[in-house]
């Protein structure tokens, strides 16, 4: 299957600037978004999304990367609309952009990484037709008190009684001034609100794929943590959390990225069952 | 400011055109190639060399940006990377400015190892003007400094195999590396092509120095510190306006 490239503008008067990718001449199986990490451009830390795109276009998936206003090549924002609101707004243009090359494309997806994360979440709960959402290491949250030393804190997390006695189903952002930002200071979602945003997305049938590297999931065993910490929630099977401690946030490595762009290949493709 | 593919059509480059502003364009003197550097330094500085061209194409400027094969939205993977891969890219890349400039008259701007490469190509393509910001002509240290903070980069306990041909997570091909190491400075170059050099302090003899404070570069630079003051932009800028 051969790969195929090409500039796309779009947007209010052109102003945003991104790369379509797809299989040159097989159907799309799907399309995926990919909205800036942070205040990196579009080709994000060690090109994972250039790689990504060109690594899902060989599996029938159509991608576009691009720029957020204000960043990369794309034009400053025009209005004065909040930059994370603004962002997640231009991922839904972008969104629009890529499925109108072929209206039939039944998955679609959005994929954020760091800060594009919180864009992604943000764009896909606005936007009705987003029908997967991948956020590759949004904050993580723990109960009630900061950890003193780790941004996760198990011990803590998995005291069930403190956690009903005062924070049911409450999470709170624990180390926010902490969080690796590539430029830009996240100002995550309050807990409760992420939570309730996932709920949300579950409820309307969109699938979530949350990924922690180590960096962020540090002290993180396994999934398990995280999903207790949410239990208060319900998500109809439709989150799915995965906790990769041979990865940095960056994905530094090659390998690490070769095996997120299989991860996220599988789960993007993979049959559920009806109504699941 | 026009994103555009250019080149091998199987293998195209990625670029941003930067047309002369149109109440420039009869005072239109040609154009002015910006040459990024390599890996993280290329990412840091991205923000900075669109701002730099749009001044540029502002005072009636053709500018264009671009990505070198295997980096960036470029063709390629990074194994093809090379400073001669890079050089090559600068030639094609100046062919293609002349085009959209409507004239052959272009200068380029280069930085760090994008310096590097650009004296390189000097071998197959003449600027009309070539500017170098903090160009990387010891090689040798540099390719020590990037495999120096390699090792100094906390991984995760498990990273499931390192590719030995990347520093930092960026492809450092052998011959890449081999290319730099083996680099020396052509003798008497400021004679060959008119040269300026950004920078704390002068590198080339007989070339025009321009002081400027040192930039984001080297392989410590983080993302949140990677800032070019306006005074240094602004005198980059009117050096290659005068």
Known sequence: MKVCERVMTFGTRNGLVGILCRPEEEALRAAMVIPNAGNLPRTGPHRLPVEMARSLALRGIATLRFDVHGLGDSTEASGDADPGRQAALDVMEALDALTSIDRSIARRAVLGLCAGADTALAAAGRDMAVTHAILLDPPLYEAATPARSAPWNPGRLMDRRRRQRSLRPAVTPNHVSDLPGFGVQRTPLPGEEFASELESLARRGTRVLVRYSSTVGKGLTGPTQVLDSLSGYQFSGRLTIDVDHTTDHAYTEQTARIRLFARVTRWLLAEHAPGS | ?242
């Open chain 2, 1 to 242: 400011m026009i994103p555009i593919h250019f080149g091998d059509k199987s293998a195209p480059l990625f670029g941003v055109f930067h047309p002369p502003d149109t109440a420039h364009r009869e005072a239109c003197q040609g154009g002015v190639l910006l040459c990024n550097s390599y890996g993280r330094e290329a990412i840091c500085i991205q923000r900075t060399l669109r701002s730099l061209a749009e001044r540029l194409s502002a005072r009636g400027l053709a500018c264009l940006r671009f990505d070198y094969r295997g980096s960036g939205d470029s063709s390629g993977t990074g194994d093809e990377l090379s400073l001669s891969s890079m050089a090559a890219d600068i030639v094609e890349a100046t062919r293609e400015l002349s085009v959209r400039a409507g004239s052959r008259r272009v200068g380029w701007l280069a930085v760090r190892t994008g310096g590097t490469a650009a004296v390189t190509a000097l071998e197959r393509a003449r600027p009309a003007h070539l500017y170098l910001w903090e160009p990387v002509f010891d090689g040798r240290a540099f390719a020590g400094a990037l495999r120096a903070a390699d090792r100094l980069l906390e991984r995760p306990r498990d990273t499931g195999g390192k590719c030995d041909d990347a520093v930092l997570g960026h492809p450092f091909p052998r011959s890449f590396e081999e290319e730099l190491v083996r680099f020396a400075l052509p003798a008497g170059i400021a004679r060959r092509v008119p040269i300026d050099v950004f920078g704390p302090t002068p590198v080339v003899d007989g070339a025009r120095h321009v002081n400027v404070s040192a930039g984001p570069f080297g392989p410590d630079t983080s993302y949140e510190s990677a800032v070019v003051p306006g005074a240094t932009l602004t005198t980059i800028a009117n050096r290659i306006l005068a």
